[in-house]
């Protein structure tokens, strides 16, 4: 059974640097064709795509967002930790992990529940 | 980074209607084109992949078509608990993207 965790503070300051935690488990981020996503979602607002992280450590981020994301992983303690500099107000947002298979394409199958983070002093 | 447009923002529809929503790439993405139901308070859910395969769980009343830039996800009888937003995302880029979201309400 394939799960999903976020975990992180719910409240930062602007400024500050976020540091988000997935916690995963039912798949290993070292199989070949697995990958581990991140996307947001503002209140009320579309689902947007933030960074991915590949078995093969291969990182991707979004365009308008990269100078500030880092992805990482621990294979060994089925976690990938996103981290974003520099929270602004507008990053308040529910922030989902998701799995990512290669197959046809890519596609998120399985997500967390998200972790709603909002910025505020 | 390619934009992924949908149409329309929302609809309102009753049970057992046919309802088809529309997402369009600013480029040609192939086949490369996802669909995800999101309920208020939930993840979103993976309905389709790859413009028109079903994914495991999901029912049969939700099909994909589609290639190039124009993609439709049609429901063939609408279903109360249908209701929700739906989201296009491409993946033919390595930079995914996702469409603005369809909100189909209850009519």
């Known amino acids: 059974q394939v799960t999903l965790r976020e975990s992180g503070p719910a409240l930062v300051k602007p400024t500050q640097t976020l540091t988000l935690t997935c916690t995963f488990s039912?798949?290993?981020?070292?199989?070949?064709?697995?990958?581990v996503g991140w996307i947001r979602q503002p209140p009320g607002k579309a689902l947007e795509w933030l960074a991915r992280?590949?078995?093969?450590?291969?990182?991707y981020y979004s365009t308008s967002l990269q100078t500030r994301l880092t992805i990482s992983k621990d294979t060994s303690k089925n976690q990938v930790v996103l981290t974003m500099t520099n929270m602004d107000p507008v990053d308040t947002a529910t922030y989902f992990c998701?799995?990512?298979?290669?197959?046809?394409?890519?596609?998120?199958?399985?997500w967390g529940q998200g972790s709603l983070v909002t910025v505020s002093s | 980074d390619i934009q992924m447009t949908q149409s329309p923002s929302s609809l309102s529809a009753s049970v057992g209607d046919r309802v088809t929503i529309t997402c369009r790439a600013s480029q040609n993405i192939n086949i490369y084109l996802n669909w995800y139901q999101q309920k208020p308070g939930q993840a979103p859910k993976l309905l389709i992949y790859a413009a028109s395969s079903l994914q495991s769980g999901a029912p049969s009343r939700f099909s994909g078509s589609g290639s190039g830039t124009e993609f439709t996800l049609t429901i063939s009888s609408l279903q109360p608990e249908d209701f929700a937003i739906y989201y296009c995302?491409?993946?033919?880029?390595?930079?995914?993207?996702f469409g603005g979201g369809t909100k189909v309400e209850i009519k």
């Open positions: 998701a799995r990512l298979v290669s197959g046809r394409g890519y596609y998120f199958d399985y």
């Open positions: 039912g798949f290993s981020l070292s199989t070949s064709g697995m990958c």
């Open positions: 995302q491409q993946s033919y880029s390595t930079l995914f993207t």
């Open positions: 992280i590949d078995w093969d450590d291969d990182e």
